[in-house]
């Protein structure tokens, strides 16, 4: 299975995500979204409820297509909860548009692992029964912190959770009376817009505009989560794509 389907749309991804510092690498990740399914999907595959399957981070841009690779080899032993595989058209792949440091993921990720220990150690003297699930889990726990660790914003990110014109074209229309640099990627439900950060002036209405646009149908905020579905790959049947 190969998760990238149209390359030049990659490429511009690619293009503009930043070049990394010294402690920095990108990451990538795969989930398995059961919105994607019908009823009667879910219930043939198995899939009844979204599953994050795996992450990876590469050092470079050019290692980023070799990360993917392996979050495709991941497949293979990936299944749903009826021991299926993992259905193609649930399938998204999520990349970080910010640079993410590892010195502020092994912060945090030390943090969280000496407060575990701390309870396991006062279990013990206490003769109750400690908790090991944050050891157990130390993998997925540095890689949430690596996720987490986008520090350095140079893009930021609006998720426009509606495909109504009116919507996207006053956000574009605020930007370009504002001098701003953005992209726009459109993914299946909607649009993420990829504000320049270094382009916003001090002062700027930009939250005030996205407030403004939020109604009963359509949400517009910023994306928390720094994650971008890829372009070049797909969520369902839809391309994710620059527009």
Partial sequence: MTLIKHI???NKIIGIIPELLNDEVYIVELSARNKYLSPEERLSTGLTRTLMLSRETARSKESINYAIQRLEASLQYRQTDTRQPIPEKSLVIYIGINPSSMIDAYQNFKKELDAANDKV?????NKNE??????LKAQSILMSKIQAGQTRKVWVDIDVDTKEPRIINE??????LENITYHVVETFGGFHVLVNRSSLRKGNQLY???TNLNTKDAEVCFCKSGLLPLPGTMQSDHLIKFV
């Fill in 8 to 10: 030049s749309e990659y």
């Fill in 171 to 176: 956000i574009k229309e605020f930007l370009n």
């Fill in 208 to 210: 005030q505009t996205l």
């Fill in 121 to 125: 150690v006062k279990s013990l003297l």
């Fill in 130 to 135: 400690p908790d090991f699930n944050p050891f």
